[in-house]
């Protein structure tokens, strides 16, 4: 499985964009990247996904290097309840729907 | 749409009695349903992969005579733990994905689980 790195946390102010980096420089050709945030003592919510193109929905944004080497996830204007662990996951194969789980980074929006 | 809700959503329960946990797929059809762990301040650990009318395959490490999972339909899958012991406390999260759209899953709200 591929691999990907975080960092451990973050914090953004409330209002502003939130770019939470990504790499996953072992990604292989058919991987997906994807994304999910937990809210404290919630199951993890969906965010986004993508294999090549940047993709966009009404969460968030996700901007995908051309190597794929590394991504970047992005959070337009940061509220109070985007404070959550956010997680990065390569998906293995296109078969196997299994999450590999990191430890994802801590996001803290601050007034 | 796209819910998944659990049952319950906690319990607390004496060291040596058996627990069932339910996860249910509300508004979609899943063939395929995951189960987590999760400790304090730890990251998601699959336990095993649940499809529906087949055995569950589990992670290497897992008990499967202690956590037995049944997957009889396409919206219900139980994972029972058998024997608790309190060290089995933890936070329990399934997921689920959508027949329908391959790409996403969709995470339970979790149970919590104490056992004293």
């Known amino acids: 499985d591929a691999k990907t790195t975080q960092p451990p946390s973050m914090d953004c102010a409330e209002g502003r964009a939130a770019n939470l980096p990504c790499n996953h420089s072992?990604?292989?050709?058919?991987?997906?990247v994807y994304w999910y945030r937990q809210i404290h003592s919630q199951g993890p919510q969906y965010i986004i996904h993508?294999?090549?193109n940047n993709e966009t929905n009404e969460m968030a944004s996700l901007i995908i290097t051309e190597d794929r080497k590394s991504s970047t996830l992005i959070l337009p204007h940061a509220t109070l309840r985007d404070t959550a662990v956010y997680y990065c996951?390569?998906?293995?194969?296109?078969?196997?729907?299994?999450?590999?789980f990191g430890a994802g980074t801590t996001v803290t929006v601050r007034a | 749409g796209a819910v998944v809700s659990q049952h319950p959503s906690w319990v607390i329960c004496k060291s040596g009695t058996s627990v069932k946990i339910e996860c249910r797929s509300l508004?979609?059809?899943?063939?395929?349903m995951f189960w987590y762990r999760q400790f304090p301040k730890q990251s998601l650990m699959l336990m095993a992969t649940?499809?529906?009318?087949?055995?569950?395959?589990?992670e290497q490490g897992v008990e499967k005579d202690k956590f037995l999972i049944n997957h009889a339909s396409l919206t219900l899958s139980t994972l029972t733990v058998t024997s608790a012991h309190p060290e089995d406390s933890s936070f329990y999260i399934c997921?689920?994905?959508?027949?329908?759209?391959?790409?996403?899953?969709?995470f339970g709200p979790g149970t919590r689980l104490t056992v004293t």
């Open positions: 072992t990604i292989s050709g058919n991987e997906y």
């Open positions: 997921s689920a994905r959508n027949v329908r759209t391959v790409y996403e899953q969709y």
């Open positions: 993508g294999l090549k």
């Open positions: 996951i390569v998906r293995p194969g296109s078969n196997d729907y299994k999450l590999s």
């Open positions: 649940s499809n529906e009318g087949s055995k569950a395959t589990y």
């Open positions: 508004d979609f059809q899943a063939t395929t």
